[in-house]
């Protein structure tokens, strides 16, 4: 087994689509507030994240080497950012994205309609709580900030495990906390907001930022790469900086407004009135983020 050392790019300024994925940075995926902010979200922090992606997309090409791969689950795909990406990074591919929420695989199914891969992008709504689809063999599963939802994530990895090929591959993307933005006091709001968003995904998702690896062990997998990844975007910074700031804070408060003090709360409101544009001015404005990643084999 080798580990890949931690990584740490510094990205400055950075355009363009690339992708993310589901399972929400928050700690309930789709029981608070609305789907289509939510979905809003997620392709934002694809758009503005893009690079981080494009490097995941790198190591697990890496890892596939010159096995092929011609089926690709998505996981928990939310509004379908890696199956897009994946499906360009390995023409041959056609992927299957599974997802509890029919209006996220229709905004999914939407957008591969754009990029012109909807014949090759194929969705199925499936709470995977529940039990585990008849997938067929995949080459290739992807799970990005997906499992740490699962009520059983360990039945889950078994699942998967048993889903893809013998050496076929699983990449499991997970992050840590929802990214920060502001300086200042500004900033010291939003750390007192991660605190508060911290004791409530440790009551409610006690897998958020788990070591997936000796669970990955423990189902079978070996472990190829592990990956952390500290995002630090600094001016000039991407267009849509702003607005997933403000969708970010916005999808926070529904989950912190209980545990802020009345004074926090009130502030918290007045920085999100000000809107994107009022976000994207405040001085100090930067984007930093924390993901992890491993490559798994199975053998």
């Given at each position: 087994?080798?580990?890949?050392?931690?990584?740490?790019?510094?990205?400055?300024?950075?355009?363009?689509?690339?992708?993310?994925?589901?399972?929400?940075?928050?700690?309930?995926?789709?029981?608070?507030?609305?789907?289509?902010?939510?979905?809003?979200?997620?392709?934002?922090?694809?758009?503005?994240?893009?690079?981080?992606?494009?490097?995941?997309?790198?190591?697990?090409?890496?890892?596939?080497?010159?096995?092929?791969?011609?089926?690709?689950?998505?996981?928990?795909?939310?509004?379908?950012?890696?199956?897009?990406?994946?499906?360009?990074?390995?023409?041959?591919?056609?992927?299957?994205?599974?997802?509890?929420?029919?209006?996220?695989?229709?905004?999914?199914?939407?957008?591969?309609?754009?990029?012109?891969?909807?014949?090759?992008?194929?969705?199925?709504?499936?709470?995977?709580d529940s039990g585990w689809p008849d997938l067929g063999a995949?080459?290739?599963?992807?799970?990005?900030?997906?499992?740490?939802?699962?009520?059983?994530?360990?039945?889950?990895?078994?699942?998967?495990?048993?889903?893809?090929?013998?050496?076929?591959?699983?990449?499991?993307?997970?992050?840590?906390?929802?990214?920060?933005f502001l300086s200042g006091e500004s900033g010291e709001l939003?750390?007192?907001?991660?605190?508060?968003?911290?004791?409530?995904?440790?009551?409610?998702?006690?897998?958020l930022g788990a070591d997936w690896a000796p669970m990955l062990?423990?189902?079978?997998?070996?472990?190829?790469?592990?990956?952390?990844?500290?995002?630090?975007?600094?001016?000039?910074?991407?267009?849509?900086?702003?607005?997933?700031?403000?969708?970010?804070?916005?999808?926070?408060?529904?989950?912190?407004?209980?545990?802020?003090?009345?004074?926090?709360?009130?502030?918290?409101?007045?920085?999100?009135?000000?809107?994107?544009?009022?976000?994207?001015?405040?001085?100090?404005?930067?984007?930093?983020?924390?993901?992890?990643?491993?490559?798994?084999?199975?053998?």
């Amino acid at each position: 087994m080798s580990h890949d050392d931690h990584h740490t790019p510094h990205h400055g300024h950075q355009h363009g689509h690339g992708s993310h994925d589901h399972g929400s940075h928050d700690f309930d995926g789709h029981d608070h507030g609305n789907e289509a902010a939510l979905a809003d979200m997620l392709d934002l922090d694809a758009e503005v994240l893009h690079e981080y992606l494009a490097e995941v997309t790198d190591l697990i090409h890496q890892h596939a080497g010159n096995g092929p791969v011609r089926r690709i689950l998505d996981m928990g795909a939310g509004t379908g950012n890696g199956a897009l990406v994946l499906t360009r990074r390995f023409p041959e591919a056609e992927a299957t994205a599974v997802d509890a929420s029919a209006f996220m695989l229709a905004h999914l199914q939407d957008k591969a309609r754009a990029g012109g891969v909807a014949d090759r992008i194929h969705t199925l709504q499936a709470d995977l709580d529940s039990g585990w689809p008849d997938l067929g063999a995949v080459d290739l599963a992807w799970a990005s900030n997906s499992l740490h939802h699962m009520a059983d994530p360990v039945r889950v990895l078994n699942d998967l495990f048993g889903t893809i090929r013998p050496g076929g591959l699983l990449a499991l993307a997970e992050l840590n906390s929802m990214p920060r933005f502001l300086s200042g006091e500004s900033g010291e709001l939003e750390e007192r907001c991660h605190t508060a968003l911290a004791a409530e995904t440790a009551e409610h998702v006690p897998h958020l930022g788990a070591d997936w690896a000796p669970m990955l062990t423990k189902a079978g997998f070996d472990i190829e790469a592990e990956r952390h990844f500290d995002i630090s975007l600094t001016p000039p910074l991407p267009p849509a900086v702003g607005r997933y700031a403000h969708a970010t804070l916005e999808r926070m408060r529904s989950g912190v407004a209980e545990r802020l003090s009345p004074a926090d709360l009130t502030a918290l409101d007045t920085l999100l009135a000000e809107g994107p544009d009022g976000i994207a001015a405040l001085p100090g404005l930067t984007v930093r983020a924390e993901r992890s990643i491993w490559i798994a084999r199975r053998p």
